[in-house]
T-cell receptor, first 113, second 115 residues
Framework: EAAVTQSPRNKVTVTGGNVTLSCRQTNSHNYMYWYRQDTGHGLRLIHY???????QIGDVPDGYKATRTTQEDFFLLLELASPSQTSLYFC????????????FGEGSRLIVV | GDSVTQTEGQVTVSESKSLIINCTYS????????LFWYVRYPGEGLQLLLKVITAGQKGSSRGFEATYNKETTSFHLQKASVQESDSAVYYCALGEGTNAYKVIFGKGTHLHVLP
């Protein structure tokens, strides 16, 4: 069965702090994504990648960097965290082709105080 | 632009009663959209509930059904008899089949089923 694992599951940091969220997928999928989920909003795409070393900008990229080191691993970096980045973050993966289904991790809840 | 509008906030239904969560979509850039319902159970990530990629077709899973209606641009989620275990957040989504990244989510509907 498809598996996407995120860490940490919960994180509290201070304003200006440095945070890295990690994601690993064992689906052999090419595409990986980082989304944020906030009350009153649907999931919003931050960054995505279609392979190791590739990075594409999503819809809400400001304040975030990302890096895809291998086909399995995709990292989201917040180098100067702000309270506006307090959110629930989801990583997902998908294969290519029509009707792409997203496979999600369990989420990482980040609080910036 | 592209958007998905679904029943907002929380919906409370008693066990064994019927359910409908409304979803309508609008797209200017996707000629043949794929439509999805994802579900997030407490403490878990989102998972696919059902998807339909052809207009006029119906998808079903776990007793839930949704029909892709291109005329009314709707994809309402229905269930005839809900169970307490159906309590979760449901997301309607619109995607483009050829571009894997392009998926637009609704804001989510929190279903609370009373025992």
């Amino acid at each position: 069965e498809a598996a996407v694992t995120q860490s940490p599951r919960n994180k509290v940091t201070v304003t200006g702090g440095n945070v890295t969220l990690s994601c690993r997928q064992t689906n052999s999928h090419n595409y990986m994504y980082w989304y944020r989920q906030d009350t009153g909003h649907g999931l919003r795409l931050i960054h995505y990648s279609y392979g190791a070393g590739n990075l594409q900008i999503g819809d809400v990229p400001d304040g975030y960097k990302a890096t895809r080191t291998t086909q399995e691993d995709f990292f989201l970096l917040l180098e100067l965290a702000s309270p506006s980045q307090t959110s629930l973050y989801f990583c997902a993966s998908s294969g290519t082709g029509a009707g792409n289904t997203l496979y999600f991790g369990e989420g990482s809840r980040l609080i910036v105080v | 632009g592209d958007s998905v509008t679904q029943t907002e906030g929380q919906v409370t239904v008693s066990e064994s009663k019927s359910l409908i969560i409304n979803c309508t979509y609008s797209t200017t850039s996707i000629a043949y959209p794929n439509l999805f319902w994802y579900v997030r159970y407490p403490g878990e990530g989102l998972q696919l509930l059902l998807k339909v990629i052809t207009a006029g077709q119906k998808g079903s899973s776990r007793g839930f059904e949704a029909t892709y209606n291109k005329e009314t641009t709707s994809f309402h989620l229905q269930k005839a008899s809900v169970q307490e275990s159906d309590s979760a957040v449901y997301y309607c989504a619109l995607g483009e089949g050829t571009n894997a990244y392009k998926v637009i989510f609704g804001k989510g509907t929190h279903l609370h089923v009373l025992p």
